[in-house]
């Protein structure tokens, strides 16, 4: 019902910018006003009369589909303030369920995986409501409110936490399990040729938020947590510093 909402209101605003109002419609229709103004409240449109309607302004039924599925990723969070993100960064639990819900996570299963009472998980959900990355649904669902592209500020607070986490944790030990590989080369390319690898890290980047979001309605012990760092950078030992041609 939510999403016959949306189409309907965004027919709304179709019908207004091409000029047209209700009566309009009731004459397509072949319906009194009231009849006209009652559908659009009730939200009762059979497929029939909404391809009437679209066909009197010039448009398909898929053309409110991508107006509605605009609007809706305009709507949508792309990155946070730096006051924002300070606040999850400050507050470890806080942290703990972010990463979490960005991952899908169910209130569920931050229940039944970390040691957090039911009150505490809906606290903290709360607050990612008002920082808008998530609205709280009935029966304590959760839904995203985040958009494809969204990450955190760069050299920002969360950065700068995960960052140093992962010089403490992330590259100790070895790299030898199924799941684990470090790839370390080294070379020297132009310009050019670094601005091609960079467009392709940033390809596989996308293509592993694909995969994510595409396993995201499996259950969670069909999924676990996958951390890939990609940096490049112009860089040399610090041990060979002295020895540098000035």
């Known amino acids: 019902m939510a999403q016959t909402r949306q189409v309907i209101d965004i027919l709304k605003q179709a019908l207004k910018s091409h000029g047209f109002s209700y009566s309009d419609v009731a004459e397509t229709l072949e ?93 903290y959900l709360a607050r990612l409501e008002r920082l808008k990355l998530i609205e709280l649904l009935p029966k304590n669902k959760i839904k ?31 790299f030898n399990q199924p799941r684990e590989q470090l790839i370390v080369i080294n070379g020297m390319l132009s310009d050019e040729a670094m601005t091609v690898f960079h467009r392709k890290l940033q390809q596989l980047a996308r293509e592993f938020d694909e995969l994510n979001t595409q396993d995201a309605s499996l259950s969670l012990d069909q999924r676990r947590g996958s951390t890939v760092m990609l940096a490049t950078r112009d860089w040399q030992y610090g041990l060979f510093e002295q020895l540098k041609r000035s």
């Open 31 to 123: 319906l009194s006003e009231a009849s006209v103004k009652r559908l659009f409240s009730d939200c009762s449109f059979s497929l029939a009369r909404l391809d009437a309607i679209c066909q009197m302004m010039s448009i398909e039924i898929s053309d409110l589909i991508v107006m509605m599925n605009q609007r809706n990723a305009e709507a949508m969070l792309s990155e946070l303030t730096r006051q924002q993100e300070q606040e999850i960064a400050n507050d470890a639990a806080l942290l703990l369920v972010t990463v979490c819900v960005l991952n899908r996570w169910t209130t569920d299963d931050l229940l039944a995986n970390y040691h957090l009472t039911e009150p505490q998980c809906i606290h």
């Open 144 to 174: 995203l409110k985040v958009s494809a592209n969204f990450k955190w500020l760069e050299n920002g607070p969360i950065q700068q936490l995960f960052q140093q986490k992962l010089a403490a944790d992330f590259l100790k030990g070895g």
